[in-house]
């Protein structure tokens, strides 16, 4: 069993900056990849940046410029840290990974409970 944590959530005004994390724990083998969605009321969950096993990353061009991810593969953690929010930010922000439990098993997706970002004046 794999568990995604994450924290770090709130209420910013527009402008502001905030960091979300996420750590995940259990019987985990590999991460091949750590990632963020979102999702914003009455709107489909979009991908906001994915961080590859290799160092790659991936943005959302709503964010690029602004948001930036970071991961550090020793604890299997990934952050996130969004400066120059705005409005249209707000949504409830999903962690997300893709591992592996045991060497040449299958890859899971493995998705954290969410946590909220409120982007308001």
């Known amino acids: 069993q794999v568990r995604l944590v994450e924290s770090g959530g709130g209420l910013v005004q527009p402008g502001g900056s905030l960091r979300v994390s996420c750590v995940a724990s259990g019987s985990i083998f590999r991460i091949y990849a750590m990632g963020w969605y979102r999702q914003a009321p009455g709107k489909q969950r979009e991908l906001v940046a994915i961080s590859a096993s290799g160092g790659g990353t991936n943005y959302a061009d709503s964010v690029k410029g602004r948001f930036t991810i970071s991961r550090d593969n020793a604890k299997n953690t990934v952050s996130l840290q969004m400066n120059s929010l705005k409005p249209e930010d707000t949504a409830v922000y999903y962690c997300?990974?893709?591992?592996?439990?045991?060497?040449?098993?299958?890859?899971?997706?493995?998705w954290g409970q969410g946590t909220l970002v409120t982007v308001s004046s």
């Open positions: 997300n990974a893709l591992v592996s439990t045991v060497l040449l098993g299958p890859t899971l997706e493995v």
